[in-house]
């Protein structure tokens, strides 16, 4: 013990004696003290970090589990059996004309409406219609078209039920719509299955024909439009104000503007994309290129950023090598700097194209908040996006719009999950590490 | 804001000949705005309209709210503004003229119906039955002129349980917070002779008295979210809840209505008128898109076939007027009469 030295001290003979010193007694309470202090110092950062870890994690947790809980329902749906007797309907369709070009005009002549809920009474008793979804007669006409025969024999059609029997079903509704759920499946006439109109349907008013294909086409076209504007404009902005730009008080102002622009409001890029492209560019109200200009305006600047400070870490020897064996500038750039800065910039993008995803106030300014029943069709068709979607859907009054709800917010966070999945891919397959 | 509308409508007319994609120049599909009350029920017909008719496209419904749907539909004629609009109250006599300055001359009123405002509580609340005049003293900011001093129902009215009053309702922006004030806290404060008498002297200052409600917490506004209310109200059951009528019979497992006066809100007391919240609901025709838009006329006529006691708006939680009434506005549908700008107030 007394050879031991201090560190950093060295052991020669040669040196004039030193100043007489107590080696540090390790042993000592007033070291061990502090020794203990030290550990416990370790070990409660240690616990604070994991607490931190655990803290958002179990909000991260509770947030999916309460809405896979009440949202999965809403991708089931429950459908009732009816039996229809076509022959001796009062249905007045000539199974020959459905052959023809003159189908579409054939079938909205017939009372298929009028057939289906004299079906139902016939089936299930005098309110027979009200256990049958608003838009049941819509399967039946479908029915017809896809097989004209079944006009000619009593036939067994599978119809969505009424929003009362399917929340019944799935154990959340008014007593007497539970004995009447009760009711129809003793008689075996009720399945619950995959709810498909969810996945291809658009809005609608009843929650037993809603679905989320329109606001999630409505979605990918606005965040197409976003991406092809936003992403080559913020990487040439990026690349230009770090390689070429000189260093002056003007590209200090742009630069200030810029963390500017990406901390101003959302609601405020949606008052500009009302002025600028509804009124003045007399561009169309509710659609997905307005939506994705203005949601463009918000994501370009947080691109600038996340490419500048990618492009910034690309180490100067690399170019300094490149231009050093004769590349000139632009091969420079092309060749080495950008795919090295690649994944950084790749990430401010997607961190930029998940928060426009997630973005509602500013396409309700410029009216992508409406009731469109058909999914859009192109960029200038009206649409609505998912976040909007589901905030229409959260103010309606019919009770089964709340797994609705749900469902469409899983949907959401599935996207934003690929979206994410595929950043971090491509940020792994172009990272290089030296 | 004047002189980017002057901008759009030179531009506008402009392009009018050259019938750009991107302007909207034509358009082949209904564009409704206005009143998230009539939304429901502008939607169903919507898609009603669209099934029956496979000819045109679905119509176009944004709940934008009563007041600013009346500035889209009143900033002018042509294919970018709206032809419809829903209001949950009657056109005001500025908005008129508004429309009027823009070229929107001709305008077709059609009542569509009821709808009661109703106040309920959850069904392990207290059960209180009240009067206008206990409302607007719980409520108003300054009660007659005098401070407001109340923190329980039983300081309002001594009949009256001693809860905490908890008031939960729509932000002054909402049309169901206007009919609010103009059904139930007018009403209440008008029973005092003197504040009917303040009406002749000073409007304004009647006004304020009447229809301002307080900031102390014991009001809080919900928001436009009529469902989130309906949770709120679970959840705290000595709370009182403010909202349409439909959202009332959609969750009539859980809550109660509050009876005023000895009415509680029921189908027949709101079509009756004998409930003090009941309110008429308009939609609002351009006339002069009628021709221009495809199906626009046949829209309306959809509305009339749905209006009544025995059509579908019912189940979405429309109130059917009473028959003369609806007979009227069904001649106006079919005719489609412009309406008289000297009738607005």
């Given amino acids: 013990m007394n050879s031991t030295l201090v560190a950093g001290v060295p052991a ?54 309460t809405m896979v809980g009440n949202g999965a329902r809403g991708f089931t749906q429950t459908e009732l059996r009816l039996d ?63 097989d004209p025969t079944i006009l000619r024999r009593k036939a067994q059609i599978w119809v969505p039920a009424a929003t009362n029997i399917d929340l019944a079903a799935k154990g959340d509704a008014a007593p007497e719509d539970e004995a009447a ?68 008080r003007w590209t200090d102002l742009i630069e200030v503007s810029i963390n500017n622009l990406a901390a101003v409001p959302s609601i405020i890029f949606g008052l500009l994309g009302l002025a600028v492209f509804l009124n003045f560019m007399d561009m169309p109200r509710s659609a997905p290129i307005v939506g994705g200009l203005t949601l463009a305006l918000m994501t370009m600047p947080v691109i600038v950023i996340a490419g500048r400070n990618a492009i910034k870490s690309v180490p100067p020897s690399i170019r300094d090598a490149a231009l050093g064996i004769g590349a000139s500038r632009v091969q420079v750039v092309f060749h080495h700097v950008l795919p090295l800065a690649l994944p950084g910039i790749l990430t401010g993008t997607i961190i930029g194209m998940a928060r426009a995803l997630g973005e509602t106030a500013p396409l309700l300014m410029i009216g992508m908040r409406a009731f469109i029943a058909s999914p859009p069709g192109g960029l200038t068709e009206p649409a609505t996006v998912l976040p909007v979607q589901i905030f229409l859907w ?41 | 804001m004047a002189g980017i509308a002057a901008l759009t409508l030179a531009g506008c007319q402009d392009k009018s000949g050259g019938g750009s994609e991107a302007g909207g120049a034509s358009r082949d599909q209904i564009r409704a705005v206005g009143s998230s009350t009539v939304y429901p029920f502008t939607t169903a017909v919507a898609e009603q309209f669209a099934r029956k008719n496979a000819g045109f496209k679905a119509p176009i419904v944004e709940s934008t709210g009563t007041g600013a749907g009346m500035k889209l539909f009143c900033a002018g004629v042509g294919a970018q503004f709206p032809d419809i609009e829903n209001a949950s109250r009657r056109i005001k006599k500025s908005e008129v ?64 349980p001693a809860t905490a009053i908890r008031v939960l309702g729509p932000p002054p922006t909402s049309g169901t917070r206007d009919a609010f004030a103009e059904l139930i806290l007018d009403k209440g404060c008008n029973a005092d002779p003197a504040m ?27 928001g436009e979210n009529d469902n989130l209310i309906v949770q709120k109200l679970e959840a705290n059951p000595d709370s009182v809840g403010i909202f349409g009528y439909s959202f009332l019979e959609e969750n009539a497992d859980k809550l109660r209505g509050i009876a005023i006066k000895g009415v509680v809100p029921t ?72 309406f008289d700008p000297a009738q607005a107030e």
């Fill in chain 2, 267 to 338: 189908y027949e007391t709101i079509a009756s008128y004998q409930y003090p919240g009941a309110r008429p609901l308009y939609i609002y025709v351009k006339g002069a898109h009628l021709t221009a838009i495809p199906g626009l006329k046949q829209f309306v006529a959809e509305y009339a076939s749905a209006w009544g006691p025995d059509g579908y708006l019912k189940r979405r939680g429309l109130i059917a007027a009473p028959a003369d009434v609806r007979a009227k506005n069904a001649e106006i549908a079919t005719k489609l009469t412009p």
């Fill in chain 1, 84 to 146: 229809v007797d076509f022959p001796a309907s009062t249905l007045m369709i000539d199974p020959a004309a459905l052959a023809g070009p003159g189908k579409d005009a054939a079938l909205a002549g017939a009372d298929i409406e009028g057939a289906t809920t004299a079906a139902a009474t016939a089936a299930f008793g005098t309110d027979g219609e009200r256990l049958l979804s608003d838009g049941a007669w819509l399967t039946v006409r479908d029915a017809i078209a896809a």
């Fill in chain 2, 196 to 222: 009917a008498a303040l009406k002749k002297t000073d409007a304004d200052k009647h006004k304020a008295i009447c229809t301002k409600v307080r900031e102390d917490g014991a009001y809080v506004e919900s």
């Fill in chain 1, 394 to 434: 959260s103010d309606e009054v019919s009770r089964g719009f709340v797994e609705k709800t749900s469902a469409a917010i899983i949907v959401l966070l599935v996207f934003l999950m690929l979206m994410n999945g595929i950043a971090i891919y491509l940020r792994n397959r172009f990272e290089r590490r030296w």
């Fill in chain 1, 12 to 65: 020669t003979g040669a040196e004039p004696p030193a100043p007489a010193r107590t080696p540090t007694d390790w042993r000592g309470a007033k070291m061990q003290g502090s020794i203990r202090r030290r550990y416990a110092a370790e070990r409660r950062f240690r616990l604070l970090g994991l607490g931190a870890v655990l803290l958002s994690a179990g909000f991260l947790v509770f947030l999916l589990w």
């Fill in chain 2, 97 to 160: 003229e508004d429309c009027a300055k823009n070229g929107v001359k001709q305008i077709i009123e059609v009542q569509i119906g009821i709808d009661g405002i109703a106040l309920a509580e959850s069904k392990a609340g207290p059960a209180m039955a009240l009067t206008q005049e206990d409302i607007y003293k719980a409520l108003a900011a300054e009660p007659y002129g005098k401070p407001q001093t109340a923190k329980t129902w039983k300081d309002v009215n001594p009949s009256l």
């Fill in chain 1, 181 to 248: 759920y009760a009711r129809l499946d003793k008689a075996g006439v009720t399945k619950t299955g995959l709810n498909l109109t969810f996945l291809k349907n658009a809005d609608s008013t009843d929650p037993t024909l809603v679905g989320v294909w329109g606001a999630l086409k409505g979605s990918l076209l606005t965040m197409f439009v976003t991406i092809v504007l936003a992403f080559p404009v913020g990487v040439l902005s990026a690349l230009y104000l770090e390689e070429y730009a000189p260093r002056n």
